[in-house]
């Protein structure tokens, strides 16, 4: 489905299945007794198992799926590590967070307990706002150097989240070459410290960015124990 925040980017949530085969391994996993009801059916209803993931796409054709699982299981000793849990219901919900000030966060409703008693659960899993997926160094630090792209606004927004010693720094290239646009180099930049789902990027001169409107540039994100969510140009 198109995501409402930016409709030209679909996002999913597909199941993934995954047959182990009866073995010991699998008989360490949680509700051994129901695991054996199961498999006294068809095997695979006691072996295999079902988690979340995530997919995007551009047009709707094409996706890139992340391998890694989106929701696990988890530590939870029932209703959760076989055949038919871990569905992602379908769309996103928005919903306010259980702390005052805090911003809404995402909701998606993935299944449990299925195939148990008379009923299946929904359980509410919640994330930051455009938290699908993010870039991430260590303290150590790590960049990230975008293709050249051009923009409207005047004004660099960023999703981000930092450790207490973490940051994130932005440095604006000249297209097609590793200098720095005059006044917006990473010693320019205003270190972004904290947790914030649409930072102002400033540097030295300010955070007028309106200038390189309409301009091929690339950005250099520098980040040091710290997570980039999302990036965007707008109007202010």
């Not at 029932?78 to 809404?104: K, R």
């Not at 290239?173 to 972004?192: H, I, K, P, T």
């Amino acid at each position: 489905m198109p995501y409402f925040r930016a409709p030209q980017i679909f996002v999913g949530f597909p199941t993934r299945y995954v047959d182990h085969g009866w073995s010991e391994a699998v008989e360490d996993l949680p509700e051994l007794s129901e695991r054996r009801l199961r498999a006294s059916a068809s095997e695979r209803h006691g072996s295999a198992l079902t988690d979340a993931m995530f997919m995007s796409s551009r047009d709707g054709h094409t996706f890139n799926l992340w391998p890694e699982s989106f929701i696990r299981p988890g530590l939870r000793p029932v209703d959760n590590w076989v055949y038919g849990d871990g569905y992602p219901g379908w769309g996103i919900v928005t919903t306010p967070s259980l702390f005052d000030g805090a911003p809404e966060e995402l909701s998606i409703y993935v299944s449990e307990g299925y195939w148990r008693g008379e009923s299946m659960n929904l359980r509410r899993y919640t994330l930051r706002v455009d938290g699908f997926a993010s870039v991430q160094a260590p303290l150590s630090g790590g960049e990230l150097v975008t293709k050249p792209l051009t923009f409207a606004g005047n004004r660099l927004r960023v999703n981000f989240s930092a450790s207490a010693a973490g940051i994130i720094q932005v440095e604006i290239l000249r297209d097609q070459m590793d200098e720095s646009v005059a006044g917006f180099g990473l010693d320019d930049c205003v270190e972004l410290l904290g947790d914030d789902i649409e930072r102002v990027v400033r540097w030295s001169g300010g955070a007028d960015i309106s200038r390189l409107e309409g301009v091929p540039v690339r950005l250099r994100f520098v980040l040091r124990d710290a997570d980039l969510y999302a990036f965007q140009f707008v109007k202010m």
